[in-house]
């Protein structure tokens, strides 16, 4: 069974940029569709990004397109979240997710495999 390990996260100010990445172990990241969700304080988890494999298509949130980037590097079985122009509602636990359906996949029902979460702060 895949397991899918988050890294990246932490505290940049308003305005700033951050990384996070995903790295399948155990099974190769072509293999899935790949997408990032996360999670504020007192809120439902919320779609962020998809990358699709099959087909190598991504989607974004409205709240995010134009500021995140998804992508993939295979060799390395990672997928990661670039996101720039951050704002302090981008806070949240970001969960990393994986399905087995080669498309683009916006609801949580849709993901076999989820990380443990990786916690992004943004604030002055």
């Known amino acids: 069974q895949v397991q899918l390990v988050e890294s990246g996260g932490g505290l940049v100010q308003p305005g700033g940029s951050l990384n996070v990445s995903c790295t399948t172990v155990?099974?190769?990241?072509?293999?899935?569709?790949m997408a990032w969700f996360r999670q504020a304080p007192g809120k439902e988890r919320e779609f962020v990004a998809v990358?699709?494999?099959?087909?190598?298509?991504?989607g974004y949130a409205d709240s995010v397109k134009g500021r995140f980037t998804i992508s993939r590097d295979n060799d390395e079985n990672t997928v990661h979240l670039r996101m720039n122009s951050l704002k302090p509602e981008d806070t949240a636990n970001y969960y990393c997710?994986?399905?087995?359906?080669?498309?683009?996949?916006?609801?949580?029902?849709?993901?076999?495999?989820w990380g443990q979460g990786t916690q992004v702060t943004v604030s002055s």
């Open positions: 997710a994986a399905s087995l359906r080669g498309s683009i996949l916006t609801r949580e029902y849709n993901y076999d495999y």
């Open positions: 990358s699709t494999w099959p087909g190598g298509n991504t």
């Open positions: 155990g099974d190769y990241v072509t293999s899935y569709t």
